[in-house]
Every structure is written in structure tokens, then in C-alpha cells.
């Protein structure tokens, strides 16, 4: 389905519920599509937020202790990894790009395919700590090994008084990736008034975005994303049947959302995977364009490495099979275009990745 | 419950379901309980076998390739793994010795605590491969991990029409794992009519054996097992609780059967974790005599390391709430019994790993 006939959806969805228009395109007053100032978001427990920066760096939660939710989520790269296709658990390689994790409480949809919903960090991070590709981890397993560090009980017992519970470990672990939000963007500071916070050559971007060449059709919002899913027609990463590792993870996702006929599949088809409707087929979620300065490259699968590829991509009408239209626009107009992205960026986050406290031999009565 | 008990219930059992006796104690005619020869076995399908040979030593079968099935059943070590308490995954440590996988076909109960029935070969190998402390595998990533090897494609089509199924490739391995038999054993010679297999030290320890030992009242069969859990006091393997990683496997083994109040757990409950009942408290299954030659150390938490302790523990009535009563035996005769079970080892098996393929990309319509 097109933008439009979602968006049309979604509002009769939402006068059948009987709430205001949320998700989908969000529109000002006068029923155009803009960007938003990131809002204010409440602070969350400060006890699970201190656990949950613990876990998400311990590679104790996956299964053979290789990696960490950071070794895919690295603050020094944005909260991303900096390939174009993820590497995933240890021997496993991944066919999609790991996207980064800052203002992930702002989301609406989770993951390239749109699979999750935005609501429901818990199932998204156990979705990442449990999936076979990811983090390989078994939830009873994890919840023995947290419960034999003493530390970790002392954390938990902060804020819950039963014991560590693998299941509620999930949402402890997502308490802390809903504080890594942008830090005192240009974009938002532009946003509440302040003028001076873009260059002329940015406004002259903000003006293109807008206008010329209508990206806020689709990226509009606090991040920049409608939440859809859509085709742009970005090519195939030709590592993904270069090599058997990454088909095998690629055919591994098909089989298990039960997509039909998927042996026959060489393609990355996205949320036709999920929806199994053919009009979805190479349709992906649009992606946040915050931080972008840090989370190169870009795309679901890592295709386009500079910002100026991204935009020379969608000047062109983007590839094969794409919704858009060419947009015409001149060397210079996609320069400030390039500049006024780079203005959606904020200060580096700086997260410091905590020391983790050792397993120590359980005591009768004490851990 | 007793070993009479059991007896009498599955006699009963027996006689209600009009099936003559089959499991528990192997009585010869006269109604005493004896050992015997192994019985003739159906080869398998031969394309089946070998393709399941292949899989035992591939280590794309678990989570991150860090271990296959030979790991911890390792030929050279009589298809055990030669330590006291198994390594299991990469960075899990187990929590019991891993048993010999040599005549498994034989066998009418899997798992030191008894938890499978020996009929369901398959499903022992699908928990060996999918749980988390062995080898981790989600069923539908090994899946597409052997459809990207065009040998092991040709090798399933030598005896299935369909793709590689995730779920069939337990059997296939199980089907491997049924030709490993005990080769020419002095006892099964012995036990066919050929006096000259037992040196005369080896028929005084048969005389003990059956007589004023008592061993063959549980371990008796075509294996020299029961079938049953019995509780003959072995001690704890300190190991278990000195080491964080250890107690962790133990505990979720636990919390995964349902074990109530396994937080409190500090010892190997043994079969109490599955039955839930207080009488099989600290029983373990009966493990098989044969090859033990090559499988020391012994008992289901590697706590003796020679046949002399074994018998030394036995003669003693074994440990701390044993069933057994001490057996007075001499020191020639321990002697004997010990030179008897060596007679129960066959010749080594001198399996070879066979070379695996590797990976090639896939083509469509060809693999």
C-alpha cells in the first residue's frame, strides 16, 4: 500500500478507537508532513537504568559470552557498528545493517522490516538477546548467570524485591536504551526558535527537504521517520549470496516468519517476510535520519557510504522498483541538503561502558 | 522407590498392558537377574548413516561452530570427553560427566537423571543440539546452514526426496550414533559359550559379580544397566558450587524442569528434578558397565577416577544414603571384580572424522 492509503488507514483506525491521530505522517496545523524537535521524555527508574547499562554491556547475556548488546551497539560508532551488514553472534553473519540505537524510545516500528512494534522495547530486546543470529541466549540460562553475581542482586533488589527474573530482564535492559536520546541537535534547537542554530547552507537543506525535494513526505516527525514501511529500490548487498553465512541467515529469517516459498528467495524482500502481502515485497522501514554523522554506512544493508551517495541515490529517483521520483535537484542543492542532514545530528553520547562486577560462588542465603 | 518396587510396578504394568517384560531387571529363566550378550542390531540406512557421521563432527551444528556433537563424545575417548564434569558449550560449564556414546542403541533410558526414554533417540539428539549448555543451535538456522553445502544436499537426496529438514536431521544423526557398538568384548564372547574369553581372575570377578557382590541385581542386561535411577550416595563434586558457571548450568537445568524451590538447591537432586518426588531424591540412572576402559572417570559427576575406586565404594556400601549395604569383599576379590569389568570393554571403535565440505554459495535451482 502506498504512504497515502496508510496514512488513511491509520486515521480510520484511529477514529474507530476513538483516539487523536498518532502514527503514520505527522502533519502541522495546516496538514503538511514536518520534521518535530525531538520531546521531552520522562526519566525512567534511575536503579534499572544503572542495571540495565550494566547488562547491555555484559556479554555474559549471550550464549557463549561473545558478545554484548554493545559489540552490535557501540557507542563509539553511534550505537551502531559501523559495517554495512552486521557481523551478529559469534560464527553467525547477519544480512542486514545494525541500525543505531539512540532515541529508540521515539520509534514507532523496530526493525528494517518494520517486524516490532515501537511500543514494546521488552519484546524487542529479547527478541535481540534470544534470536539465533544476535545474542543466542536462553533466557533461564541468563537469569542463573545474573543471579550469580552478587552485585547484580544487589542492583535488582534496588528496585524489585523478588529475584532476578529472566523475563523481566528484558524491559530492565530496554530502561537504558530509552536514555540514549540526541544531545542538543542543531535540528532541535532550529525547531524551537532558534534561528541562528543552522548555517544559511542548511536552512537552504531545510528548505529542499521540505520542498524541492519532499523527503519530509516519509522522514518527518521527532526522528525523521513516518513509521512506514516503503520501497526505495536500494540494490542488493551482493555479499549476501557471496557469502553462505549471510544466506544462511537471510534464509533462516524467511523460514522462521513462515514467508512462502522462501528456498527459492535470493533476495532481501523485507516486510513481505512479515506481512506476506506481495505489495510489501522490498519494502523497509523508513529509518531515523538522527545521528547519521555517526552511523555510516547507510540503508538496510550498508549499500550507500557517504551521505552525498544517499543523496545522489534519491535525487535519481532511488533504485529498481522504487516509489520515488527523480527530484531534480542541482550540485548544490544537494550539498545543503547533505549539510542540513548533518544537522540532525547532536553531540556524541560519550557512554562510558561500566565495570562489570565478577561471578562469585553462590552462598545458601545470600546470593 | 526400591529396585524390588520398580520391578513389581513394571511387572505389573507389563501384565496390564499384555506385553511380556521388557524393561527393569533382565531375569534369565530361572528368574534371576543376569548379564548378557548384546543382541544382533538392524544396520541402518547406510546413505543415512554416513551423512549423519558427517554431522556428528561438523561444528556448524551448534550456535557459534565452537562445538560439534564429537566435542564432548570424542572417539579417541571411548566417545566421552575424559574429564570429571563436561565443558558443554563454549563458556557454559556443565555439571555432569558426559557418558560414553557407545551402545546408546542399546539403551532404554538417556540422561543421568533419567529424563529421556531410550526409545526416542531423536529427541535425544535434538536436546543435545538445541539446549543451551550443549550446543545451542536453533533448529532453523542449522537448517540453512547444511542446505548451503551442496555435498550434504547430495548426501540427503540419497535417501530423502525433500529438502533438508531441521527436524528429520536429529534422526539422522541418531541413526550415526546407533552404529556406534561394542566391538568383540571378552564378556559377550564369554557370554556366547566361549570359556577361554574370561581369564580365570575375570570368572572369579563374574562369581562376585553375580553372587556376593550383588552387582547384577542393577546392573544387569545386554549393558549392564537396570534402566532404573538408583541412589548409591556418590558425593557431590565440589567443583559444581566452587565454580559460578557450573552452579548456573545446574540451577537452570532446575528452573527448566520445574524443580520446586530450586533456588534453594544446593546438591545434584538427580532424578527428583523431573519426577518432583521426594522418594527420587538423589537417584541417578544406572549407567551401562561396557567400555568403561575407555570412559573413566566415572559416575555421573566424575567424582572416582579408577575402576579400584568404583569397586572400593561399592564394597564400602557405597556412600551417603545409599541403597546398598556393604559388600565384604577381599581384596583379591575387588581384585577380580575390577579385572571382570575391564572384560567388559570391547576393542576401540578407531572412528575417524571424516573431512567435512565446506560452504558454497548457492545457485539458484542447484543448491
Known amino acids: 500500500m502506498t504512504t497515502h492509503q496508510s496514512i488513511r488507514r491509520l486515521s480510520r483506525i484511529a477514529a474507530l478507537v476513538g483516539l487523536a491521530f498518532v502514527a503514520g505522517t505527522v502533519a502541522a496545523a495546516d496538514g503538511k508532513a514536518e520534521l518535530q524537535a525531538l520531546p521531552e521524555a520522562k526519566a525512567g527508574n534511575a536503579d534499572m537504568v544503572e542495571l540495565g547499562k550494566h547488562l547491555f554491556f555484559d556479554t555474559r547475556l549471550s550464549g557463549d559470552m561473545g558478545v554484548s548488546c554493545a559489540s552490535c551497539h557501540d557507542p563509539a560508532k553511534g550505537f551502531s557498528d559501523g559495517m554495512p551488514l ?44 534470544t534470536e539465533a543470529h544476535t545474542m543466542n541466549m536462553d533466557s533461564r540460562l541468563m537469569q542463573e548467570r545474573l543471579s550469580q553475581v552478587p552485585e547484580y542482586v544487589a542492583m535488582w533488589q534496588k528496585f524489585r524485591k523478588d529475584d532476578i527474573n529472566g523475563m523481566r530482564v528484558y524491559g530492565v535492559v530496554g530502561e537504558y536504551v530509552k536514555t540514549l536520546v540526541s544531545q542538543n541537535a542543531p535540528i532541535d534547537r532550529f525547531l524551537k526558535g532558534d534561528g541562528s542554530a543552522l548555517t544559511s547552507q542548511q536552512k537552504d537543506g531545510y528548505e529542499i527537504f521540505t520542498g524541492k525535494g519532499g523527503c519530509v513526505a516519509c522522514h518527518n ?147
Not at 557481523?87 to 529508540?104: D, M, Q, W
Not at 534464509?251 to 502481502?277: E, F, Q, V, W
Request: glycine share 10%; aromatic share 8%.
Open 86 to 129: 552486521s557481523a551478529g553472534y559469534p560464527s553467525v553473519e547477519y544480512f542486514r545493517n545494525a541500525p543505531t540505537l539512540i532515541n529508540s524510545r521515539f520509534k514507532n516500528v523496530f526493525m528494517w522490516d518494520g517486524r516490532l512494534d515501537g511500543a514494546d522495547m521488552g519484546t524487542l530486546v529479547r527478541d535481540m538477546l
Open 221 to 367: 516527525g521527532p526522528l525523521g521517520s513516518d513509521g512506514q514501511v516503503h520501497n526505495t529500490g536500494v540494490p542488493e548487498n551482493p555479499e549476501v549470496l557471496k557469502n553462505p553465512n549471510r544466506t544462511v541467515t537471510l534464509l533462516r529469517h524467511y523460514a522462521t516468519s513462515g514467508m512462502p516459498n522462501y528456498m527459492n528467495a535470493r533476495t532481501d524482500l523485507g516486510h513481505y517476510a512479515i506481512s506476506k502481502d506481495p505489495a510489501d515485497m522490498n519494502k523497509f522501514a523508513t529509518p531515523s535520519l538522527r545521528e547519521l554523522k555517526y552511523t555510516a554506512p547507510y540503508m538496510h544493508n550498508g549499500m550507500l557510504t557517504t551521505l552525498d551517495q544517499v543523496v545522489d541515490f534519491y535525487n535519481q529517483g532511488g533504485g529498481q522498483g522504487s516509489e520515488l521520483t527523480p527530484l531534480g535537484l542541482s550540485g548544490s542543492e544537494k550539498k545543503a541538503l547533505v549539510a542540513f542532514l548533518e544537522a540532525l545530528s547532536g553531540e556524541p553520547l560519550n557512554v562510558v561502558a561500566p565495570t562489570l562486577p565478577d561471578y562469585q560462588p553462590r552462598q545458601f542465603g545470600k546470593n
